[in-house]
């Protein structure tokens, strides 16, 4: 198993940057930011260190120099908008860069592409399973011709007042995931799993390891501390970030150890990414660079 990181943390750092902060830390891989080149929408959403939209042959051939120069090899391009927009011109956006995406994987030899599979906040799970066939079927369909995979992030995408009361991402649950794959089914749709999502949404993050062990294509490694006295305070129906806050690996509810071990149950063998969202470490660039060297020196116990 490869240990990396999610590059949208590096906000600051140009892609060369980014890349000598990873290698800085020892670890094996990154799972690289590729958002529009334009503002962001919201928080950890508009970094960019490739411009896939541009990006020319002789280009990739740069990327991928670089990051073999430094030992560190590229897990996935990352780039979760809401392709189930209810706004149609924000929705054909977020489609229309997915599929510069899927191209641009291809062309580096990445061939995953990391994201989610969005939501219509307003319409019922029902309305979004349908429109969901009509979205993401010809995706799919370009995805498989280029010989690239969708993995996509179990995040509800709920945390904001905007983002209420559905959330931006269907797939949520494993009887969502059960659902989806079975509408969806194509071998280039699996998951990139976080098991952070499941600790708020109290749902065993260890036990979808073992029945959708062929659909997880790359995971992280995010933590998530549940703060019993809020939750008392406000219940399960309040946005989650009045009783919850993502935390560093080894700082929040997660058993990382029991994770590790599920995932070598599985076998599973490919690359895995620290995602910070720990605002504790956000005081300034230094702190974000600190909390990237902790994070790495607390998961080399398990992932070597």
């Keep these: 198993m490869k240990l990396g990181i999610v590059s949208a943390i590096f906000d600051q750092s140009n892609y060369q940057e980014m890349i000598d902060i990873v290698a800085s830390n020892g670890l094996d891989c990154v799972e690289v930011a590729c958002w529009p080149n334009e503002k962001a929408t919201r928080r950890y959403a508009g970094v960019s260190h490739i411009d896939v939209a541009n990006l020319t042959e ?3 051939e740069e990327i991928l120099s670089y990051a073999a120069k430094k030992n560190v090899e590229i897990s996935a391009l990352a780039y979760y908008p809401n392709p189930l927009d209810e706004d149609m011109q924000k929705r054909q956006a977020a489609i229309d860069h997915l599929y510069h995406l899927i191209d641009a994987a291809k062309l580096l030899k990445v061939n995953l592409v990391t994201t989610f599979i ?42 904001t007042e905007d983002e209420w009361p559905g959330g931006q991402n269907l797939m949520t649950t494993p009887a969502l ?19 952070s999502h499941f600790v708020w949404q109290q749902i065993d993050y260890l036990a979808p390891l073992y029945e959708f062990k062929d659909k997880i294509f790359h995971v992280h490694y995010k933590d998530i501390k549940l703060y019993p006295e809020k939750l008392k305070d ?3 129906m309040a946005a989650p970030l009045a009783y919850m806050s993502p935390k560093l690996p080894g700082l929040g509810d997660v058993d ?4 590790v071990s599920a995932l070598t149950d599985i076998g599973f063998d490919g ?15 230094d702190d974000v660079k600190k909390s990237v060297t902790l994070s790495t020196k607390y998961l080399r116990n398990f992932v070597i």
Excluded at 256 to 259: F, M
């Design 58 to 60: 002789e280009k990739a």
């Design 118 to 159: 969005g939501r219509m906040q307003t319409k019922s799970v029902s309305e979004n399973l349908a429109e969901m066939e009509k979205v993401w079927k010809p995706i799919l369909n370009h995805a498989e011709a280029a010989g690239v995979r969708i993995g996509i992030e179990n995040c509800p995408m709920l945390f």
């Design 177 to 195: 995931w059960r659902e989806i794959f079975s509408r969806l089914d194509s071998d280039a749709l699996g998951l990139n799993y976080d098991p």
């Design 234 to 236: 406000v219940g399960v």
């Design 256 to 259: 990382w150890g029991k994770y």
């Design 271 to 285: 690359f895995s990414c620290i995602e910070v969202e720990d605002k504790a470490f956000e005081k300034n660039y």
